[in-house]
């Protein structure tokens, strides 16, 4: 799970204005041979010399270069993300013109990109060529897509966004940085009325989030505007970072601010929160108080026109494969039953007299798997969290070569959003290191983040997982920065979900319910892939959904509902993890019988993460050219 961000960085890295749920899947490689092929091209023939590669393989570098830095340059936000100062005081432009403009450049930077010869470039330069002409044509093709999602739901969305931006990567140094910030919040009005338009458009199309989502959008929206100045009562979200953030800038040594600047600022922000914030949630709060009369229960893309279609593509570009949304439904089954069967064996062990549904309710109910919901239980869970990523950093060097040079922090996620957000995600560090990586625990019900589940969560998020991974993926050398910052889904979320099984082999989870608790976390994700395909190809309603995962898991009510929410608002998102996962194992094994004795699992990681993300059956060549490496 990622950063309420994480669909607006997408955005970016792909190059392309397509919209947020297309975006969670972008950048697939549709063709395997060309894919599998990238190092097997025509650059050895005779009438082609190593300065000619030399020269087009710059030429191409050249040109990955710009159009990532004009992309990041048309995204304030990215701008900000990325930890850079330039357009700190504006929003994105999300209007359909601008759709329609990237649009345009995408063809454009196609059409260039045609221009450069494939045949004289060196092996890493063709790699990224494929790449990119691959998620070019993504781009382009799904355009006609861009209304296909839901623009403002419980797990994302600019009404939380702009929240999260302003706290966790608006950062305040100076006062031209926070007088940026007050003109951010001026702004809010202008961007929620391009957001209005938006959901307005879809609304036309018929795609209407499903009833339950309107609560949850209308809650966090309102939470937004509560509390001073608003109201009565406590600093509200947005104000509380802003005072909090200058108050750090007055004590800092050379500040350049002044107790009379500071006064101004604090005023200007109050002001911009009434005049402009303010009427911006209302007005969306308004909004989709009348869209909600007019939606109903259906929670499948299947009731959308082309909905089938749409699901397939999803589907594609979240996985990487060609797999049918029948296939990956069986795979869950099957892996299902397999998940069960292993959890037999540590209700066994542990001397537990009753079915394996029994145990299950024995460890979702049992007092002893969960701290107390006060600030002491919460603290002592990120506390230990924090320990156990510790632990896992002193035994990197059995298996990895590569580490990470970005430190990483723990976190609660924040009060404004921590009802609707997800169990736990990780953002990523600064472009240039100032901001480590964050792991994010939502605490917000400790009866949702039992402690078995805890070491397994940790390895996932933080090390050896999205950390070690997306840290090391922004310090690579000698890759373009497309494919810094680019993502494929189910990499990233396979490597994430390997992860946790990863420390097993090691020695970690001596505690049979934290090996539990691994077991558990695998089975969320195997359920995934049967919930996800069945609400949007087989039918399935929401109660259906959530059924499925209280009679097969052993994790909370809330977590159910939360998961079945979340696979209704972001279709195909959650069948990454599992497939990922299975094709990484499938490749480690591939590699140990291949290679017998001469198997190295450090090398063979840093074959998997040298590259940044890549379509799994490019990773699938990788490993195979490596396999025939060690021989």
Known sequence: MRKRLYLAVLTLMSLSACNQASNETQNAVKDTSVAAGVETSDNTAPSITSEDIVTESKKANDFYERIFEEAVARSPEFLTYLGRKERMNEWNDISDENARRELEISKKNLNELGNIDRNKLDPATALSYDLLRQSIENDIEDYKWRLYNYPVNQMFGRHSGVVSLLINQHRISSVSDAEAY????????????????????????????????????????????????????????????????????????????SADKKAQLLAAANKALITSVKPAYEKLISTLTLLEEKANTDDGVWKWEGGE????????????????????????????????????????????????????????????????????????????????????????DELFITKPKADLIVKAVEPFREQSAGKAFYQQPSEDGSRPGTYYANLYDMMAMPTYQMEALAYHEGIPGHHMQLAIQQELKGIPKFRKFGRYTAYTEGWGLYSEFLPKEIGMYSDPYSDFGRLAMELWRACRLVVDTGIHAKKWTREEGIKYYTDNTPNAVSDAVKMVERHIVMPSQATAYKIGMLKIIELKEKAQTALGDNFDIRGFHDEILKYGPLPLNVVEAKIDSWIASQN
């Not at 919040?185 to 989030?209: C, H, M, S, T």
């Not at 209308?218 to 009562?233: C, M, V, Y």
């Not at 603290?379 to 035994?395: F, P, S």
Request: glycine share 8%; aromatic share 10%; charged share 30%.
């Open 182 to 257: 007050i003109a951010r919040l001026n702004g809010v009005e202008k961007l929620f009325d391009q957001l209005i338009d938006g959901i307005e458009a879809r609304a036309a199309a018929n795609i209407i989030p499903p009833k339950f989502v309107f609560p949850h959008v209308i809650r966090d929206s309102k939470n937004i505007i509560t509390g001073a100045p608003f109201g009565e009562g406590k600093p509200s979200a947005i104000l509380n970072d802003f005072s909090g953030k200058l108050d750090k800038l007055s004590t800092t040594e050379g500040s350049d601010l």
């Open 309 to 396: 279609e749409f699901f397939n593509v999803a589907l594609k570009r979240t996985t990487t494969t060609d797999l049918t949304a029948d296939e990956i439904h069986q795979i869950g089954l099957a892996e299902v039953k397999r998940i069960h069967d292993e959890m037999r064996a540590i209700k066994d062990k542990v001397g537990f007299e009753g079915d394996l549904k029994a145990f299950m309710q024995f460890m979702r109910e049992d007092d002893q798997f969960y701290y107390d919901n006060t600030d002491e239980g919460k603290q002592r869970y990120l506390t230990e969290a924090t320990e156990y990523i510790d632990v896992m950093k002193g035994r990197l």
